[in-house]
């Protein structure tokens, strides 16, 4: 019998063991000063995520969907109008777009970096424009904590005069060269879903930009539409703040961020040193800084994948599919339009993925029975 502790796929409560005294004691001063909508943790969180990020604002909302959803309001989003967006992606990514009466139309992904392909995207702007449909932009996703490919993105996205959003819900401490996650892009929409790499606990959201006229916007937007004053309503927006009691948790979150970011590398490295060659492990273009918000390797089919998440069940490892089915596979989506009618990558990848355990506090021993059985498999 193995001498490790139960592992987790994500184990919050490890964390909290850590930092208990500190998160009570926050929680204890926003009961205490009461002001529990837009406290000051909430405007100390957004100064302190602008120096974490080197974003000039950060503004906090409610959720990562919010976060999305609050960007695309401020861009004059019309009946089908076109916005690109992978299938190989949480739902929230496409449901923000048709929510707004918008096309998602779903482009494919890299087989390497699972974010979307720079040539699909370019096809799908052809075959949309093709159709007489009105272009207006691009959300890319950082998939499971990996930034996209921004730099071949801006430049195709430049030409073709659209705007590019990135949903960074997985990669917050992601980057590309010495720019972080948030800062790479001129909007960015992250999540403190508790199990994203930060996470609170509860729901809970930030944009970044750099654009002054955004900010604004955003935070007129998040309550209410509001202008000059609380009761002066110049907009149609929505009910859209984070609680100052998450912003006093995510506040003594950040403060350990980097040393959880350091370990999860470190596992990462542990993974792919162990799995590779036997399974495909995740890659990091150079240069880039992949922020491992899930670890998620690649079998060479749907039977060895499935086989292996048994064999790991029957082990007491938890592995999770991330994504069984693409959105445009999904009831809700399926209606959509798909670049060439077919996204054959996307489709490949939700066949052989499986994620494997990844938090800041998976043990070294642990690590090496995952990596065995792996291995035995
Ligand atoms: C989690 C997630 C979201 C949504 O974030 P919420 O805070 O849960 O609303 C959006 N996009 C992606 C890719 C996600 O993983």
């Not at 916005?83 to 494919?108: H, K, N, R, W």
Request: glycine fraction near 6%.
């Amino acid at each position: 019998m193995s001498s490790h502790s139960a592992i987790k796929f994500i184990d919050l409560h490890a964390q909290r063991e850590k930092i208990q005294a500190p998160i009570d004691a926050a929680l204890q001063d926003v009961m205490s000063h009461g002001q529990f909508i837009l406290g000051d943790e909430v405007k100390q969180l957004e100064e302190e995520l602008k120096t974490y990020t080197g974003a000039k604002h950060a503004i906090s909302c409610a959720s990562g969907t919010d976060a999305l959803k609050l960007v695309l309001l401020t861009k004059d989003i019309k009946v089908n109008d076109v916005i690109f967006v992978p299938s190989f992606t949480f739902a929230a990514t496409a449901e923000v777009v048709a929510e707004l009466g918008a096309i998602p139309y779903f482009i494919d992904v890299c087989p390497d970096t699972y974010n979307l392909n720079p040539s699909s995207l370019l096809a799908g702007i052809e075959e949309a424009k093709n159709k007489g449909l009105v272009l207006k932009g691009i959300i890319a996703v950082d998939l499971f904590g990996l930034p996209a490919d921004y730099p071949a993105l801006q430049s195709i996205a430049h030409k073709n005069n659209l705007w590019i959003l990135a949903d960074a819900a997985q990669s917050f401490g992601g980057a590309i060269g010495k720019k972080r996650v948030g800062n790479l892009c001129d909007m960015t929409a992250t999540s403190f879903f508790p199990s994203k790499p930060l996470g609170g606990y509860g729901d809970g959201g930030c944009i970044f930009t750099n654009d002054n006229d955004l900010n604004d916007l955003t935070r007129s937007l998040r309550a209410h539409g509001t202008g000059a004053d609380k009761y002066d309503h110049i907009r149609v927006g929505l009910n859209s703040r984070l609680d100052t009691l998450q912003a006093a948790i995510l506040l003594k979150k950040l403060d350990i961020f980097d040393d959880e970011l350091a370990r999860r590398q470190h596992i990462a490295n542990f993974y792919a040193e162990s799995l590779s060659p036997k399974f495909h492990v995740p890659q990091t273009p150079d240069d880039f800084t992949h922020g491992f918000g899930l670890y998620t390797i690649r079998c060479e089919s749907q039977q060895q994948r499935d086989a292996l998440k048994a064999h790991l069940n029957d082990n007491n490892i938890p592995s999770v599919i991330y994504y069984h089915r693409p959105l445009h596979k999904q009831v809700a989506y399926e209606q959509f339009p798909q670049v060439n009618q077919k996204l054959p990558v996307t489709e490949l990848l939700c066949e052989q993925v499986l994620s494997l355990p990844m938090h800041p506090y998976l043990e070294d021993n642990q690590l090496e029975f995952i990596c065995d059985t792996l291995r035995q498999s």
